[in-house]
């Protein structure tokens, strides 16, 4: 099985920061509009069509945390999915506990 992913996506916080204030209100601002790829194709004898989804969806990124969304949408007839969603939410624990990672466990250093 050869199975190809890929994503697209612009970061308008990037856009706001670096491009052009298009003076975007919050939350916005800290969103992150993508689409994701994913295919897959049998490659032994006989092998079959290819076949996968198109995922477009959207990621807001704050200071603690990241929170997105995304439609599955099969990319032909061929793929055996129906449509769906799937949402996620990541904490960037570093940022939540600045003082307990990114250091030594222990008090002292050898």
């Keep these: 099985m050869l199975n190809v992913g890929f994503s697209l996506q612009y970061s308008l916080s990037y856009l706001q920061s670096f491009v052009k204030d298009a003076g975007l209100p919050a939350p916005l601002n800290r969103m992150t509009p993508l689409i994701e790829v994913s295919l897959a194709k049998p490659l032994d004898r006989g092998g079959g069509p290819t076949t996968g989804t198109w995922n477009p969806g959207v990621l807001w990124a704050g200071r603690t945390m990241q929170i997105g969304i995304e439609a599955i949408l099969p990319i032909n007839s061929s793929t055996p999915v129906?449509?769906?969603?799937?949402?996620q939410i990541h904490f960037f624990m570093d940022d939540i506990f600045p003082r307990s990672l990114g250091r030594p466990i222990s008090g002292t250093a050898q």
């Design 82 to 87: 129906r449509h769906g969603w799937i949402a």
